[in-house]
């Protein structure tokens, strides 16, 4: 994740905003994004000397902040101002002098009481902006979370009572028996909460920040688990693991980009959204992941904002215009697959040459079933990988009854002056001691 320091603003008005690789911002615990503009400038009217503007950057509004990224690579930082600094949001009075000008906004904020100017140069729903800067202001989202957290601290300072009796007069639970007591509370709370989010589909939909950040917490609490002390693992057990993590990756996204909140940036945002989304399904795909079955796992984190095929093909086609790890691939074949930039197709073809010229592969041949095993991937990728392996003349292939298989293409080695020459070494020997 990238973010800097700078000096924007006056007595630290303005904070630093982290962001991901892929230029999209990284939203706080229990934050929502709500809209979005590009080509916004912010000004001040009260101090210019000592106000740094910001020129030319998209402007994100979510549930705590103003959240201003840069277009272009200008020396500028993201930036953001929480809305918990804002004091006073100024009416938009409409008149024959701003027809002729970019649409503002001012509000008023702390520290110093400064008058911030939001000028909007570019495209964009500069009312529904507005009415969304409203509501999230008078939503005061980051009270409620204050008040949690308040709440959570007080609780907890209540059971770090000294002796052996709570501040109720109850008999603590000390120990062993103390761990497993409050482990089991912990269960029961989770189990609660699991059955109060399917209640209905409304009920889950209240509950969807909660339960996302539940199976982060679950998930971060997979990761960190200790091995076996003797160094070893069941395989059983690293199988529930595994799937257990898979699935809280796939839980959900907290903020999807919308149409709505996005505007004429969708598809730029959700390309943004999406080359972030991407990194885990492929380091579990081993560095490739076909369109379709992205199609999937992007679609079911939305949740109920779904995207259509032909949205998820234009995000990747946008990946070349921005510094990403990943990129948009054609198969000869015409499948479309999603693969890192750093992904070494030498590296496939080596592995590959290594599976076919076993000894009993070079009798039998190896199926796309086979590859996939070895290579760990998709059947259906492990295919186009073979494919690609006999047009580089590395294989050959066999149509039968039984299906497609490939074998290695041992016709290099043979001498084409003397074709009925026996080798007795390389490859070519192998294989006559493996027929024979």
Not at 204 to 211: F, G, P, R
Not at 230 to 236: K, M, Q, V, W, Y
Not at 394 to 412: A, H, I, T, W
Request: proline residues 4%; hydrophobic residues 35%; negative net charge.
């Amino acid at each position: 994740m990238a973010s800097g320091s700078s000096s924007i603003g006056i007595d630290g008005f303005f904070e630093n905003a982290e962001v991901t690789t892929s230029g999209r911002p990284v939203l706080r615990r229990n934050e929502v994004e709500c809209f979005l503009l590009s080509s916004v400038d912010i000004d001040s009217e009260d101090d210019p000397p000592r106000f740094t503007a910001l020129r030319s950057g998209n402007l994100i509004l979510t549930t705590h902040r103003l959240i201003w990224i840069p277009s272009q690579s200008n020396g500028a930082v993201p930036s953001s101002v929480p809305l918990a600094a804002v004091t006073h949001i100024f009416s938009h009075k409409k008149s024959i002098k701003s027809m002729f000008h970019s649409p503002r906004i001012r509000f008023q904020a702390n520290p110093g009481s400064i008058v911030v100017t939001i000028v909007f140069r570019g495209k964009g729903d500069f009312d529904e902006f507005l009415t969304k800067l409203w509501e999230c202001w008078r939503g005061r989202a980051w009270e409620e979370e204050e008040k949690s957290e308040s709440e959570t601290s007080r609780s907890g300072s209540g059971t770090v009572a000294q002796g052996l009796y709570g501040n109720d007069g109850t008999v603590r639970m000390v120990g062993l028996a103390g761990i497993l007591r409050k482990e089991q509370e912990q269960w029961e709370s989770t189990d609660k909460s699991l059955q109060d989010a399917f209640q209905d589909l409304n009920a889950l939909m209240s509950k969807a920040k909660e339960m996302v950040s539940l199976a982060e917490k679950m998930r971060q609490k997979l990761l960190s688990a200790p091995s076996s002390q003797n160094g070893s693992t069941d395989d059983e057990e690293m199988g529930s693991k595994e799937e257990m993590q898979q699935w809280m990756l796939s839980v959900g996204i907290i903020s999807p980009v919308t149409k709505e909140s996005a505007g004429a940036l969708y598809h730029q945002e959700l390309s943004r959204q999406l080359a972030d989304f991407v990194r885990i399904p492929l380091e579990q795909a081993g560095g490739m992941i076909s369109l379709t079955d992205m199609y999937y796992h992007f679609n079911r984190a939305r949740g109920t904002e779904l995207i259509s095929p032909d949205d998820l093909w234009q995000a990747c086609t946008l990946w070349e215009k921005f510094d990403v790890p990943v990129m948009l691939r054609k198969f000869d074949s015409g499948v479309m697959v999603i693969q890192n930039k750093s992904h070494s197709d030498e590296e496939v073809m080596s592995r590959i040459k290594m599976l076919v010229t076993k000894t009993e592969t070079l009798r039998v041949g190896v199926t796309a079933s086979d590859a996939a095993l070895t290579l760990k991937i998709a059947p259906a990728m492990a295919k186009e990988h073979l494919l690609t392996a006999e047009t580089k003349g590395l294989l050959c292939r066999d149509m039968s009854p039984d299906g497609l298989r490939f074998y290695f293409n041992l016709f290099p080695e043979i001498d084409p002056t003397n074709i009925h020459i026996v080798k007795d070494f390389g490859t070519y020997g192998e294989w006559i001691k493996a027929t024979s």
